[in-house]
Structure formats: structure tokens, C-alpha cells
């Protein structure tokens, strides 16, 4: 049986073209697309943030190229902006799934602006559309995270790279839900 992967692919073309265009060379294009992967690290909650950034922190001295995600909600994120910022680890901030003891909306810009004021990279992840421009006048370089499906406006017209999120797994369907009603 050949298994339709998408557009009408196959299995068997997938195959053909994964070992003659991406390892071939002795895995030089594989080497190349792994170098190009990178990694963020997300604690979820408050209680393994500690652990999580250092895990991020190791990853970063050995030379991978790691992120981490910090949430405006909690106080902590403007000092742990500061500490990943000045180790070289990407920052991804949001709002924060979860509760804090900060009003997101601050917290969010409080973040932003440590990494700013730190010379981090940071990726502005919000589909709050008048958060993501008051970010991204406050950074210089920065890019937008945005939910698959919203605009880009926000990033064109501050000249921002855009990556989208595609969210998965469990705890996507609570979140998503959650923001449907609110």
C-alpha cells in the first residue's frame, strides 16, 4: 500500500526524495537543515522555571541555539529577561497561559523592555494586536510570533520577521477555548 503524505505524495516519492536531495552528499544538506533547527523551552508554570532556565542556560554554553519563553504574568520574567538576554538565549514572551501575580498586558511590556534594554533577541508571541505594535515599537530587533490564521499587519508595518505558531497537543484545546470566550 503507498501512503498519500500530502498533495498526492507518496510514500515512496517521499522516500526518494528525502535520501536523494537531503542525504545525500554524505548528510551535507542534513547537516545544513539541522544547523538552521532551533528549540524553545517553555516551564508552563511558575514552579519549574527554575529548572527550565537552566536547562536553557547549559544549552546556550554548549552552543545550541536555544530559546526561551517567559511570561509577562509573572513578576520573575523581567529578571530572567535580563539573565537569558546576557547569556544569549532567544527570549519568546507572551502573556501567559497560566496564573501570575503581574497584569499580563505590563508584565508583557516590562519584559520587552528588559530584553531591549538588555540587547536580547526577543519573538513578541501575542494575538493582541495593539500589544504586538507597542512591542514592536519598543525593540528593535524583533520578530512576530503570530496564532496560524491572524494578520500580519502589525508586523508589515514595522518591517518584523513573522514565524507562526501552530499549537498542538493537549493543553492547546483548553487555551483555545478559553480565548474563544473572552
Do not use: M
Not at 531591549?116 to 513578541?124: D, L, P
Not at 514592536?136 to 510570533?145: G, S
Amino acid at each position: 500500500k503507498i501512503y498519500t503524505l500530502y498533495d498526492g505524495t507518496t510514500a515512496i516519492q517521499g522516500q526518494d526524495f528525502f535520501f536523494r536531495k537531503i542525504v545525500k552528499n554524505k548528510g551535507a544538506a542534513l547537516g545544513a537543515l539541522s544547523a538552521e533547527i532551533s528549540g524553545f523551552l517553555d516551564s508552563l508554570a511558575e514552579s519549574e522555571a527554575d529548572r527550565t532556565l537552566a536547562l536553557a542556560h547549559r544549552l546556550s554554553e554548549s552552543g545550541a541555539d536555544v530559546g526561551a519563553t517567559l511570561p509577562g504574568c509573572w513578576s520573575r520574567s523581567v529578571r530572567d529577561a535580563e539573565e537569558l538576554a546576557a547569556a544569549g538565549v532567544r527570549i519568546r514572551i507572551v502573556k501567559g497561559q497560566w496564573p501570575g501575580d503581574r497584569e499580563p498586558r505590563l508584565g508583557f511590556l516590562a519584559v520587552v523592555d528588559a530584553v531591549q534594554g538588555a540587547g536580547g533577541r526577543a519573538a513578541i508571541a501575542t494575538h493582541d494586536a495593539w500589544l504586538a505594535n507597542e512591542s514592536l515599537q519598543r525593540v528593535r530587533d524583533a520578530e512576530l510570533e503570530l496564532l496560524l490564521g491572524l494578520p500580519a499587519s502589525a508586523a508589515a508595518a514595522h518591517a518584523a520577521t513573522v514565524r507562526i505558531y501552530v499549537p498542538y497537543g493537549r493543553g492547546y484545546l483548553p487555551y483555545a477555548v478559553r480565548q474563544a470566550v473572552s
